[in-house]
């Protein structure tokens, strides 16, 4: 099952349908999620996994992920901050200059290849969190912003995850053991050259 490791091939899972919900992979339940059933199968990892609730010290992709599933179930605007919490699980590995860390490596891990594509994720990185610091340090805002910055915060939570999924070494960085190996790999992103994770340097890219 999922809490020993146990991958359960597709066919598998078409052949007993009502099993889908217990025989799968880390990989495979984080796939459904991010493809759009949150909440449904964020309750079936509690469920399953007694890791997520006994281990305090989870590495930083199981604990944003389940930071990710929680938030669907919160009223705003502490969803939308849960959210950005999720981000921050992510890539973050220092307490201060917390927006230009999830700026810049968001940009560069989703966007090595185009420079204009790079600047819009990072500008939208930090229009997000100017309404999250906004809601925590009591300052006013509008139901509106958040109905209109919600969705895409939710899409940017997605496709980092998706991308940390779709790619193997990556995958291995964030789920392994090495924290110092992750944290290294997320540093390295501020200089736009990504260390053994990627094996590019965007630097030399446009």
Known sequence: ?????????????????????????????????????????????????????????????????????????????????????????????????????LASRLAWMLEPEDHSKRRDIFKETTQLYDLRSKIVHGANFGASEIENREERLIALCRRVFWKILSDDRLFETFFGKDAKACDEYLDSLNLGCPGPADGKNPASRG
């Open 1 to 101: 099952d999922w809490s020993r490791g146990t991958a359960v091939s597709e066919s598998e899972l078409a052949k007993n349908p009502d099993m889908r919900p217990l025989l799968v992979s880390p990989q495979q339940m984080t796939r459904w999620i991010i493809q759009g059933l949150p909440h449904a199968i964020g309750q079936e990892l509690d469920k399953i996994s007694d890791k997520l609730h006994t281990n305090v010290s989870k590495n930083r992709l199981v604990r944003a992920f389940q930071f990710f599933c929680e938030a669907f179930s919160l009223s705003q605007p502490h969803r939308f901050v849960i959210f950005s919490v999720c981000l921050e699980a992510l890539v973050s590995t220092r307490r201060t200059e917390i927006v230009f860390q």
